[in-house]
Structures are given as structure tokens and as C-alpha cells.
């Protein structure tokens, strides 16, 4: 999420002196979701899924695009509750790809739905999404020792990501690829890719470190 050329270390710094990653420069809404969501670890299941979904409809579009339209997007498919969408049926595809509101990408449709089976069944064996995917964590100390504009320019996969998208499609999910994979784990907390300088840097690890990964039971 690094915009090479507006700003030479990754950061920028608003009116009141607040400096951020200048990915999220554009608008106020892109600079909440930078300042709250962003790099924090999520365990919910059900928010698990919606970005897991949300990144794939992102595939070939800015983020920005689909943060604007997320709202209409939980509207459209359940608030993401996978056992809803799951029951989606031909009508439901059809009426997707009606709705203004969202991407209606047919393929990228038809893939959320069968996700949704897919979490279902990984549900089921790991006892929740969250085991699931905390366990593709970085091992402590495998990450860059600091986090900057340099360390991260041209890193868009990782070890991790790229296991994660391979374990993902050997069960059948799609638009799941390794790039994919890494933006979804930038963003639920998995790794912590705000810049040093970043206001939110700090609040993401404090985050992170009283959280407690869920684990298979």
C-alpha cells in the first residue's frame, strides 16, 4: 500500500501535525480505516470473512474503490455471515449482479459465495476462522527489523502469504493468490506494515500484543 511518489519516507503529516502512511492521504474515511482498522488483529470470524471476500473483489481495483462501496456490500451479501451466503443461489447471483452499489464481477461473485462454503468447512475443522488464519503469523523475528518506506518498497507477498494461498486453494477457495493474501494479512493484524513514524504503529502493536491468537481447540 506504499505510494512511491508522493511522499520520499511513506508518511505524511496533516494539518495538526499527525503524521500517517501516505497510502491513506487521499480521504478522511481512507485515514479512519488507516487510524482504527488497519494493522489492529481482528478475531472475528464474521470480519475475517468480509475482508477475505472484500480483497478479492479489490483484485484489479484500489482499495479506496472498495471502501467506498463497503457498506453496500455488507447489504448485498448478509453483513457477510458466511452460513447466510452460503445458501446464496442462482437468484441471489443474478440480483448481485444488478446491484449498482457493489463490483459486479460475476466470477468474483460466484467466488464469495462458494468461500463462504469453504469457511464453512474450515470453521468446522479448525473450530473458527481465526485459528485458522492466526496460525499463518510471522514467527517473531522474521520480519524486517524496522518497518519503513525501503524495507517494505516491492514487498507485496511473504513466506506466510504465499503458504496461505496455496493451503487455501488446495481447498478449493478462489481469489485467494499470495498478494492477496499478504494485503488481507496487512490488514487484520496478522503483520504490522504501518510505517516507523506512523501514528498508528504504536496503537497496532499495543493491540497486538494484548491480543491472544485464537487457537484450534
Known amino acids: 500500500m506504499l505510494n512511491d511518489t ?18 491513506c492521504r487521499s480521504t478522511a ?9 488497519w494493522g489492529f488483529p481482528v478475531h472475528s470470524d464474521t470480519r475475517l470473512f468480509e475482508k477475505i471476500c472484500l480483497e478479492g473483489f479489490q483484485a484489479g481495483l484500489s482499495w479506496l474503490t472498495i471502501l467506498n462501496k463497503r457498506e453496500s456490500f455488507r447489504a448485498a451479501f448478509a453483513g457477510f455471515d458466511m452460513d447466510k451466503v452460503a445458501l446464496f443461489d442462482e437468484a441471489d447471483e443474478k440480483r448481485l449482479l444488478l446491484d449498482a452499489g457493489i463490483v459486479r464481477h460475476r466470477g468474483k461473485i460466484a467466488s464469495t459465495i462458494n468461500n463462504a462454503r469453504r469457511a464453512q468447512e474450515l470453521r468446522a475443522e479448525f473450530g473458527s476462522l481465526a485459528a485458522y488464519f492466526w496460525g499463518y503469523e510471522p514467527a517473531s523475528g522474521s520480519r524486517p527489523a524496522t518497518i519503513t518506506h525501503q524495507t517494505l ?3 507485496t507477498t511473504s513466506p506466510e502469504s504465499i503458504a496461505l494461498s496455496k493451503d487455501l486453494r488446495k481447498r478449493g477457495w478462489s ?13 487484520m493484524g496478522l503483520v504490522n506494515d504501518h510505517l516507523e513514524g506512523c501514528y498508528a504503529r504504536e496503537r497496532a502493536l499495543q493491540a497486538r500484543a494484548a491480543f491472544v491468537p485464537p487457537r484450534k481447540p
Open 153 to 155: 518498497s516491492g514487498v
Open 6 to 23: 508522493a511522499a520520499p519516507n511513506g508518511l505524511f503529516t496533516d494539518d495538526d501535525h499527525t503524521a500517517r502512511c501516505v497510502w
Open 29 to 37: 474515511e481512507y485515514q479512519r480505516y488507516h487510524d482504527q482498522e
Open 175 to 187: 481469489f485467494v493468490g499470495p498478494t492477496t493474501m499478504y494485503a488481507f494479512m496487512q490488514a
